[in-house]
């Protein structure tokens, strides 16, 4: 309940930022600061990293009120963004120890679709291509994307989530009206 009526109350400030959020195809940076402040990154986030350990259906009754803000766009940047939190969680310690020891905060995009290639390299796995867009990555310190790894003598890939820091990407802008792609 507490959790619902800290973004019952953002819902004024996400409604005069709606047309903004329109306008540049991506929620304002103010907004996720706020997400942050009011603690509803950390929904789903383990409480051995300082999150509440809600389920999914408390993360859904909030990205609900802030829905209610006009701003269909900025609930659902926080459903995804608190929900890749839940997700993590789930990778090995070590990931989540050099996501969540650096930055409690720190917001996770995921680009699931494996359109690049993933290859078993030494120390890990090396990936390179284009992936799909991404909801929140622009506001994200940290993505995880989808890649096939294809092994020596299988039949069949493994699909795995690659947690990458952002900084490590190059991120390429389509213009909507054009087609035509800038870096």
């Known amino acids: 309940e507490e959790l619902v ?74 459903n995804y963004l608190s929900d890749h939190a839940g997700i993590l969680a789930h990778f090995p310690e070590e990931a989540q120890h050099d996501v969540w020891s650096r930055d409690r905060d720190a917001c996770i995009a995921t680009s699931a679709a494996p359109t690049g290639k993933a290859e078993v390299a030494p120390g890990g796995y090396r990936l390179n291509g284009k992936w799909s867009w991404c909801s929140g990555v622009r506001h994200s310190q940290w993505i995880m994307i989808g890649g096939l790894v294809f092994r020596p003598g299988e039949d069949h890939p493994d699909m795995r989530l690659h947690l990458v820091p952002t900084a490590d990407l190059k991120r390429i802008r389509r213009d909507l009206q054009s087609g035509q792609t800038a870096s």
Not at 37 to 60: C, N, Q, S
């Open 5 to 78: 009526a800290r973004a019952r109350a953002l819902a004024p400030k996400l409604r005069e930022r709606a047309v903004q959020a329109e306008r540049d195809r991506n929620i304002p940076l103010e907004s996720v600061q706020e997400y942050i402040a009011a603690g509803l990154l950390r929904t789903i986030m383990p409480k051995r990293w300082g999150g509440y350990e809600h389920d999914h259906e408390v993360a859904f009754d909030i990205a609900i009120e802030l829905g209610k803000s006009t701003c269909g766009s900025s609930a659902w940047c926080l």
